[in-house]
Antibody
Framework: QVQLVESGGGVVQPGGSLRLSCATSGFTFSSSGMHWVRQAPGKGLEWLTFIPNDGSFQYYAHSLQGRFTVSRDNSKNTLYLQMSSLGAEDTAVYFC????????WGQGNLVTVSS | DIQMTQSPASLSASVGDSVTITCRASQGISTHLAWFQQKPGRVPELLIYAASTLQSGVPARFSGSGSGTDFTLTISSLQPEDVATYYCQKYDTARRTFGQGTKVEIK
């Protein structure tokens, strides 16, 4: 079965950087595009970024202002989200989501930006 | 970019009531619209895709309609287990914007 497991979250200081990973199994990762979605505490869902199966381009939400970079390693079946210049507004649970289906989500990983 | 606007932000209704949530896209998205239900502390679950197709296992009291820019999610007879926040999401392109969410409570 499809499994998506995020990791790499935790507490980071304002202005810091963090890299999230999404380890996948149960499907052909190299054939699937992937998304990142986040949810701040008590807030709604926010789509962040998409990367196609071959990593040939990326789409980002304008709100990220170039601070985040999505990438993938098809040899490791793993998706990444490199986050920099983090601020309190980036505190959220981060989910990876498989494309094109709408229902394969990871369990989420909490990132807390705090001094 | 296409914006998704949901209304109302919250609603309170009695068990057995019919409730309707609306979602408006700033540009036409055909029927590339999904509805999700999210309960506190849980991952969002897909209810409806293609604007009106019920995901397998979802109770028939949920229904969706619309195309182009205007969409609705209806719960025909609200049940206590339907307390949740509901989100619409467009998927006409890989930029999968969500609506702001509608919190549904029991009166």
């Amino acid at each position: 079965q499809v499994q998506l497991v995020e990791s790499g979250g935790g507490v980071v200081q304002p202005g810091g950087s963090l890299r999230l990973s999404c380890a996948t199994s149960g499907f052909t990762f190299s054939s699937s595009g992937m998304h990142w979605v986040r949810q701040a505490p008590g807030k709604g869902l926010e789509w962040l970024t998409f990367i196609p199966n071959d990593g040939s381009f990326q789409y980002y939400a304008h709100s990220l202002q170039g601070r985040f970079t999505v990438s993938r390693d098809n040899s490791k079946n793993t998706l990444y989200l490199q986050m920099s210049s983090l601020g309190a507004e980036d505190t959220a649970v981060y989910f990876c989501v498989k494309d094109p289906e709408l229902y394969f989500w990871g369990q989420g990983n909490l990132v807390t930006v705090s001094s | 970019d296409i914006q998704m606007t949901q209304s109302p932000a919250s609603l309170s209704a009695s068990v057995g009531d019919s409730v309707t949530i609306t979602c408006r896209a700033s540009q036409g998205i055909s029927t590339h619209l999904a509805w999700f239900q999210q309960k506190p502390g849980r991952v969002p679950e897909l209810l409806i895709y293609a604007a009106s197709t019920l995901q397998s296992g979802v109770p028939a009291r949920f229904s969706g309609s619309g195309s182009g820019t205007d969409f609705t999610l209806t719960i025909s007879s609200l049940q206590p287990e339907d307390v949740a926040t509901y989100y619409c999401q467009k998927y006409d392109t890989a930029r999968r914007t969500f609506g702001q969410g509608t919190k549904v409570e029991i009166k």
